[in-house]
């Protein structure tokens, strides 16, 4: 149920504050004064289309929000979990839409930022509206199956929810299929291609790390005369001595027989003696591996040309499969995978078949069931429409769902469903986009809506004008059924017509005053005699005369008493 709406800065409502009421609320009010606004605002906080042109003028953002009392909806459970938002534990929920003038767009349940799809999603679960021109909608023949679908409930919907699975199984099925058998030759020239790169990848015995060790092997073969130079020199220091000098091997032994006799002199000089003996060990070892280090270092052209042969060998592999080496083997991993199955493409395309075949035997078996749900829901919804249309002055309508082949597999099944009616008995069926008029447009759908919500559950419908072209004892029809509907469901319904208006539960007028300049809309519910003032109006325009209060105050009666 729908507690309460609030609107600011939406069209020319600057700020609106409405409770809604069980039951009945009808919303009525002189042509313009935003009756229809009011209606657009629902819309948005439902989910439906937002635009930066419905941002009131000289502000910078528009909110609607709704509040509703979901206890009885068990269905939202899930789908709010699904989002991380907790069940209300006071059966209270939150929506509400911003539209800044930017083109921002923001959706909000319970204060949590949500995505427009899922608010979508929570919005058909709230509210349905049938607004002006819906009945159109019924034009579209498209729409025809869903709303069949729609009717037959979970005994419709499980099966379509399965064929629409193994459509789309079978749909990449066939995608793979005809990838894996394009065209032999080219299929050919591509496995040629493979085996030249992978055996040029092959034959070059790649690993990891080889690319940096060469590189470092390089600069020392390139500088190996100065290394010669600097390791002959340090050596020499070290070890030899350099022009009549003593090396320092040399100074640190003498040194070390110094203090050996200065400790027979003084014990506590143990320590001095053990620090010269190690730093000359470690300097005849580091004397030791400068002299091998540089006998490995000698200069080799030989070798450096076949280092740098390596690495150009290396780098042209690069250009063409990889930036590194890791790259290239990736890519040789790669193209080795694709070899593989291009080689036993064969063995995979009679894979592919068996599984296509598989794939549309269960398809035909999964649309045949749910070509059996259309047709059992699609006699419960012909023999419910005609009890409706009856009650709603059509009863010399017959209506019929034509069900036809379709010419190919579709998601959706393999039936199109059409509406067929005859106006007139003795008439042939025709498809209802050809031959009816408004006025039956509007009140079949009107009783569309009755058995959908009914299917749905769904708590709150809104009508915008469904009494738009209709009138004598056809609107009265619709009036009882609105009424009859609004025992069973909280009914919105904006009217013109007092027939209409007499039933409401609540009824709330809506009106507009100009106020600094500015056209502001405001909202009142009506008590007993502001309600007969109201109805008053409609009968008779801007004229009130007895007579109009008499008709109205009649109407009342009458409708409280049914």
């Not at 909280?490 to 009217?495: D, K, L, N, S, Y």
């Amino acid at each position: 149920m729908l507690l309460s709406l609030f609107i600011r800065n939406f069209g020319i409502i600057e700020l609106l504050n409405m409770d809604l009421h069980r039951g009945l609320n009808v919303l009525t009010g002189e042509t313009g004064a935003g009756k229809s606004i009011i209606v657009e605002a629902l819309q948005l906080v439902l989910g439906g289309r937002a635009s930066a042109d419905l941002v009131r003028t000289g502000a910078k953002k528009a909110m609607v929000q709704a509040t509703f009392a979901v206890s009885g909806l068990p269905s939202l459970t899930p789908l709010l979990e699904e989002q991380g938002i907790d069940e209300p534990g006071d059966g209270i929920l939150f929506i509400s839409r911003e539209i800044a003038r930017s083109g921002k767009n923001i959706c909000r349940i319970n204060g949590q930022v949500v995505t427009l799809g899922f608010y979508k999603s929570i919005g058909r679960n709230l509210a349905d509206l049938h607004v002006q021109n819906e009945q159109n909608s019924l034009l579209d023949q498209d729409r025809h199956r869903e709303l069949l679908d729609r009717f037959g409930g979970k005994e419709v919907l499980e099966p379509l929810k399965k064929v629409r699975s193994i459509f789309n199984k079978w749909k990449e099925a066939r995608l793979h299929f005809e990838k894996i058998s394009g065209d032999a030759g080219e299929r050919a020239r591509r496995l040629d291609l493979l085996r030249y790169e992978i055996e040029e990848i092959r034959c070059e015995n790649l690993r990891q790390g080889e690319e940096e060790e060469l590189t470092a092997e390089k600069r020392v073969l390139a500088n190996s005369e100065r290394i010669c130079q600097l390791t002959t020199e340090a050596y020499a220091l070290l070890y030899e001595g350099v022009g009549g000098q003593i090396s320092a091997t040399d100074l640190l032994a003498k040194a070390s027989t110094l203090i050996k006799n200065l400790t027979a002199l003084d014990e506590r000089t143990e320590s001095m003696l053990g620090s010269l003996q190690n730093a000359l060990y470690l300097v005849e070892d580091a004397a030791r591996e400068i002299f091998n280090y540089r006998d490995r270092a000698e200069y080799s052209p030989n070798r450096l040309d076949a280092v740098e042969e390596r690495l150009e060998r290396i780098e042209r592999l690069k250009k063409r499969f990889g930036n590194s080496i890791s790259e290239v083997l990736e890519y040789l991993d790669s193209a080795s995978k694709e070899l593989h199955t291009l080689e036993n493409v064969e063995e995979k395309l009679e894979e592919a078949k068996i599984q296509l075949v598989d794939l549309e035997a269960a398809y035909n078996q999964a649309t045949a069931k749910l070509r059996a749900a259309r047709k059992d829901a699609a006699k419960q919804l012909e023999e419910a429409m005609s009890r409706e249309l009856g009650s709603l002055e059509m009863g010399r309508i017959e209506f019929r769902l034509g069900i036809f082949e379709l010419a190919a597999p579709s998601p959706s099944g393999t039936e199109r469903i059409d509406f067929m009616i005859s106006p007139n008995p003795g008439e042939p069926l025709k498809p209802l986009v050809k031959i009816a008029s408004g006025g039956e447009l509007s009140r079949i759908m009107l009783a569309l809506k009755v058995l959908l919500a009914e299917a749905d559950e769904i708590p709150v419908l809104v009508f915008d004008e469904v009494d738009s072209g209709i009138g004598g004892r056809a609107l009265q029809a619709v009036a009882e059924k609105i009424s009859r509907l609004g025992k069973r469901r909280q009914i919105i319904c904006v009217t013109h017509s007092a027939q209409v208006a007499c039933y409401a539960g609540a009824h709330h007028r809506i009106s507009k005053k100009f106020e600094g300049g500015r056209t502001i809309t405001q909202v009142e519910l009506l008590d007993s005699l502001e309600r007969l003032e109201e109805l008053a109006r409609m009968l008779g325009g801007k004229d009130i005369t007895e007579i109009t209060r008499q008709h109205a105050g009649q109407m009342l009666r009458f409708a409280a008493k049914h």
